[in-house]
């Protein structure tokens, strides 16, 4: 198991977890494990970007690196370019969903996906033992790479958009510039909301995670839908005409239904997580369409998808990977798709998704020990007590945050309250340990 990669890529606080010299020794690293490597980096809008990448370049170039930057750009506008440009890594600075003080680091291989756990844990080796190459590559910027993943957006859909009103909410992230610019080439009415690219606003009391301000921004405006991206927009989540919010299940289920009637899905099947709610697994089922689970991080479902030939997954937090044109989650991609059968079958959100989700009751409680927290046997025979009763209608999850120093859980079942009754006791106990 990898120390400092988690389920997406390394990440914690600037300055603490990550810091300047840890990023130098991760970009040495990488001239370790390939001879001259050709790299691509870009970032997200944090105050902190410049530091950590100027660092990256520094380990890599000093490694005899051929590193090329592309300045601010999605998550997947990396992954696209790693692939499509023939470099041997991607690397994007970002910490995705965390608040402006946190900072990361993802790694992409030379198809554009992330690394697998196996090469996390063989490049830590490097890093952790402190061996550093000394060789002299070559650093360049190339802003005009940029381009091509706006073109690439653009030829994912083929149709306009003309007649949407459509409000997008950038996080003051990677995306402030380009979504809007997309849409607005495709002939939509774009409403801006948090694309101000202030990397000390990123995500803060906006984006996905406080999709509250979208629908009150959509309603003011009377827009037909609307989105919200993280601050690296590899996640989004929609709002409907009336207001509705549509998760990253209800996103998926949506696509799974359009793709079947296109006849792209692969043996009718898509992949989600130990997370994706029963009634969307239910409501697929009902269309013939097989729902494989994994465990809950993107790098799981996309390696479920790669192992199984199949087309489409995502997580409900909003992280889906249409895979006909990207390698991973990619947020203004999948609104495209979205509104691409909006405009064609003219119809709303909310009336494209006829399925019945369970009631979930969803806590992240910070910790200061995720491991001992999980390993306590009051809290496992909690969740065995627990678990024994809500089956077989019901689920409870509870497991240790992959980015972030908190505890996550879930309890599903048929009644909203009892779910909630069922999740605030383990809270509680949480709290004791």
Same mark, same amino acid.
């Given at each position: 198991?990898?120390?400092?990669?988690?389920?997406?890529?390394?990440?914690?606080?600037?300055?603490?977890?990550?810091?300047?010299?840890?990023?130098?020794?991760?970009?040495?690293?990488?001239?370790?494990?390939?001879?001259?490597?050709?790299?691509?980096?870009?970032?997200?809008?944090?105050?902190?970007?410049?530091?950590?990448?100027?660092?990256?370049?520094?380990?890599?170039?000093?490694?005899?690196?051929?590193?090329?930057?592309?300045?601010?750009?999605?998550?997947?506008?990396?992954?696209?370019?790693? #692939?499509?440009?023939?470099?041997?890594?991607?690397?994007?600075?970002?910490?995705?969903?965390?608040?402006?003080?946190?900072?990361?680091?993802?790694?992409?291989?030379?198809?554009?996906?992330?690394?697998?756990?196996?090469?996390?844990?063989?490049?830590?080796?490097?890093?952790?033992?402190?061996?550093?190459?000394?060789?002299?590559?070559?650093?360049?910027?190339?802003?005009?790479?940029?381009?091509?993943?706006?073109?690439?957006?653009?030829?994912?859909?083929?149709?306009?958009?003309?007649?949407?009103?459509?409000?997008? *909410?950038?996080?003051?992230?990677?995306?402030?510039?380009?979504?809007?610019?997309?849409?607005?080439?495709?002939?939509?009415?774009?409403?801006?909301?948090?694309?101000?690219? *202030?990397?000390?606003?990123?995500?803060?009391?906006?984006?996905?995670?406080?999709?509250?301000?979208?629908?009150?921004?959509?309603?003011?405006?009377?827009?037909?839908?609307?989105?919200?991206?993280?601050?690296?927009?590899?996640?989004?989540?929609?709002?409907?005409?009336?207001?509705?919010?549509?998760?990253?299940?209800?996103?998926?289920?949506?696509?799974?239904?359009?793709?079947?009637?296109?006849?792209?899905?692969?043996?009718?099947?898509?992949?989600?997580?130990?997370?994706?709610?029963?009634?969307?697994?239910?409501?697929?089922?009902?269309?013939?369409?097989?729902?494989?689970?994994?465990?809950?991080?993107?790098?799981?479902?996309?390696?479920?998808?790669?192992?199984?030939?199949?087309?489409?997954?995502?997580?409900?937090?909003?992280?889906?990977?249409?895979?006909?044109?990207?390698?991973?989650?990619?947020?203004?991609?999948?609104?495209?798709?979205?509104? #691409?059968?909006?405009?064609?079958?003219?119809?709303?959100?909310?009336?494209?998704?006829?399925?019945?989700?369970?009631?979930?009751?969803?806590?992240?409680?910070?910790?200061?020990?995720?491991?001992?927290?999980?390993?306590? #046997?009051?809290?496992?025979?909690?969740?065995?007590?627990?678990?024994?009763?809500?089956?077989?209608?019901?689920?409870?999850?509870?497991?240790?945050?992959?980015?972030?120093?908190?505890?996550?859980?879930?309890?599903?079942?048929?009644?909203?309250?009892?779910?909630?009754?069922?999740?605030?006791?383990?809270?509680?106990?949480?709290?004791?340990?």
């Amino acid at each position: 198991m990898a120390t400092y990669f988690g389920t997406d890529g390394v990440r914690g606080e600037f300055g603490k977890t990550i810091t300047c010299e840890l990023a130098f020794a991760i970009g040495n690293a990488l001239t370790q494990i390939k001879t001259s490597p050709t790299v691509v980096i870009g970032h997200d809008t944090r105050v902190s970007a410049d530091a950590l990448m100027l660092s990256v370049c520094a380990g890599l170039v000093q490694g005899g690196a051929n590193v090329t930057s592309v300045g601010t750009i999605p998550t997947a506008g990396i992954s696209f370019l790693t #692939e499509t440009e023939n470099f041997d890594f991607g690397i994007i600075i970002t910490a995705s969903h965390n608040p402006p003080s946190y900072n990361g680091i993802k790694i992409f291989d030379k198809t554009g996906k992330k690394l697998a756990d196996e090469e996390e844990e063989f490049l830590e080796e490097f890093f952790k033992n402190q061996k550093i190459a000394q060789k002299s590559g070559v650093f360049v910027e190339n802003l005009n790479l940029q381009k091509k993943y706006f073109e690439h957006l653009l030829n994912c859909v083929d149709t306009t958009f003309d007649g949407l009103k459509i409000c997008l *909410d950038a996080s003051n992230g990677a995306s402030h510039k380009i979504a809007p610019a997309v849409f607005k080439k495709l002939g939509a009415n774009v409403v801006k909301l948090a694309c101000a690219g *202030d990397g000390e606003k990123i995500n803060a009391n906006c984006g996905c995670l406080h999709i509250e301000n979208l629908q009150k921004k959509m309603k003011k405006c009377g827009a037909d839908l609307g989105f919200a991206f993280d601050g690296d927009a590899d996640r989004v989540l929609a709002v409907g005409k009336s207001g509705e919010v549509f998760d990253g299940d209800q996103i998926v289920y949506i696509l799974a239904k359009e793709m079947k009637r296109q006849n792209k899905l692969f043996a009718n099947s898509i992949v989600g997580t130990s997370h994706t709610n029963t009634g969307i697994m239910v409501a697929l089922n009902r269309n013939k369409i097989n729902l494989v689970r994994t465990d809950i991080g993107d790098k799981y479902v996309i390696d479920a998808m790669d192992k199984m030939n199949l087309r489409l997954g995502g997580e409900q937090s909003g992280h889906i990977i249409i895979r006909d044109y990207a390698h991973t989650g990619d947020g203004i991609l999948t609104a495209l798709k979205i509104c #691409e059968i909006v405009k064609k079958t003219n119809k709303t959100l909310e009336e494209l998704f006829d399925a019945n989700c369970l009631p979930q009751a969803n806590l992240n409680l910070p910790v200061k020990d995720k491991l001992k927290i999980m390993n306590n #046997e009051d809290l496992k025979n909690l969740v065995n007590r627990i678990f024994c009763e809500t089956a077989p209608a019901g689920r409870v999850l509870v497991r240790a945050s992959g980015t972030e120093d908190k505890v996550r859980i879930m309890v599903e079942h048929p009644s909203k309250e009892k779910a909630e009754e069922y999740a605030e006791e383990i809270k509680n106990l949480i709290l004791k340990i």
